[in-house]
């Protein structure tokens, strides 16, 4: 039996878009067996079939290493709510993947996995985190993808605020402008230099000025109900905030463990369908067990 298991993670940390994702302590866990006829459980019952992402992520893992598909029994173990921007498609096509080399015996190295699950996923910026870990850049390059890797300080509180409702990835990458002018390209990148510096050093000053997001926050808040609940909370309790993801979640960041849970605690009495809960970064990224 191998088992893999895999951070959630939030992409893009608003100014980040398509390239920066930070893995979340919030683990999945897959499984995978012989057996005499492919089945899938632990997951909704619509992805209970061959289409299900997993198994084509085990697939096209099996085709890179030139092998034949076996007949598979998988059992998905994830507390990570599928379509919230908390990257459940990821975890899936990486744990796929992982699953395949260590079938055949033959690892996928850490950049190899990154090139094939972008391959599937379309940008780098979910599944990069859940193989390396903790804060990652996936930068696409006529050579691959680079990954740099960066230290968060260890004083930042994350708080993931996950609403009762689902925001589709492809439905919120529709609604985005075809092209944007240079000085929003200007904006953007020298915003996402100061975000990744001030994940570094915790200096929340520059966190607030640097999640100012211009190529897809503004076009994404329409699709989160109750967005202005919870921006007026954040701006109260002094908290940074961003869209994890296409959304719904959104994550609140400071440095005072105390005003995180007051900003719990209210946002909690004021949304209480939601699933308010503190998150802390992952540094394991995918781990793989043979049994
Ligand atoms: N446990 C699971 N079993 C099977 N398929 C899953 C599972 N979790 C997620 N998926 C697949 O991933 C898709 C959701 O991907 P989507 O990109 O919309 O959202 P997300 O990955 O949760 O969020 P984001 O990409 O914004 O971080 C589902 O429609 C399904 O195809
Ligand atoms: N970068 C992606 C993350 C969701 O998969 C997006 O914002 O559409």
Redesign the pocket.
């Given at each position: 039996m191998i088992k893999v298991t895999v951070p959630a993670?939030?992409?893009n940390l608003g100014v980040g878009y398509d390239c920066l994702g930070l893995a979340l302590d919030l683990r999945?866990t897959f499984q995978f067996q012989s057996a005499s006829k492919l089945t899938?459980a632990?997951?909704?019952e619509q992805?209970q079939n061959e289409n299900?992402?997993?198994y084509r992520a085990f697939q096209a893992g099996c085709e890179a290493l030139g092998e034949p598909v076996p007949s598979l029994a998988i059992k998905?173990d994830?507390p990570?709510?599928?379509?919230?921007?908390?990257?459940?498609?990821?975890?899936?096509i990486v744990a796929g993947l992982a699953a395949a080399g260590e079938w055949f015996q033959t690892q996928f190295t850490q950049n190899e996995l990154v090139q094939l699950a972008t391959d599937f996923?379309g940008h780098p910026d979910?599944v990069t985190p859940v193989i390396y870990g903790g804060l990652c850049a996936g930068v696409q390059t006529d050579e691959g993808i680079s990954v740099l890797t960066y230290p968060v300080a260890d004083d930042l509180d994350f708080l993931a605020i996950v609403p009762d409702f689902?925001?589709?990835?492809?439905e919120?990458r529709a609604l985005l402008p075809k092209s944007v002018s240079y000085a929003t390209a200007t904006h953007q990148i020298s915003h996402s230099l100061l975000l990744v510096r001030a994940l570094m050093t915790g200096n929340l000053f520059d966190l607030r000025l640097a999640l100012d997001d211009r190529l897809h926050e503004p076009y994404r808040k329409q699709l989160i109900a109750n967005y202005d609940v919870v921006a007026e909370a954040c701006d109260y309790f002094e908290n940074s905030l961003y869209i994890?993801?296409?959304?719904s979640t959104l994550i609140a960041i400071t440095d005072d463990t105390p005003t995180r849970g007051m900003l719990r605690q209210r946002l909690m009495k004021e949304l209480p369908d939601w699933n308010i809960f503190p998150v802390a970064v992952d540094t394991a990224g995918v781990q793989v067990e043979h049994g």
């Open positions: 993670t939030s992409a999945a899938i632990g997951c909704p992805f299900n992402l997993v998905i994830s990570i709510p599928v379509s919230r921007g908390l990257g459940s498609s990821a975890t899936c996923e979910n689902t925001v589709s990835t492809d919120a994890s993801g296409s959304g």
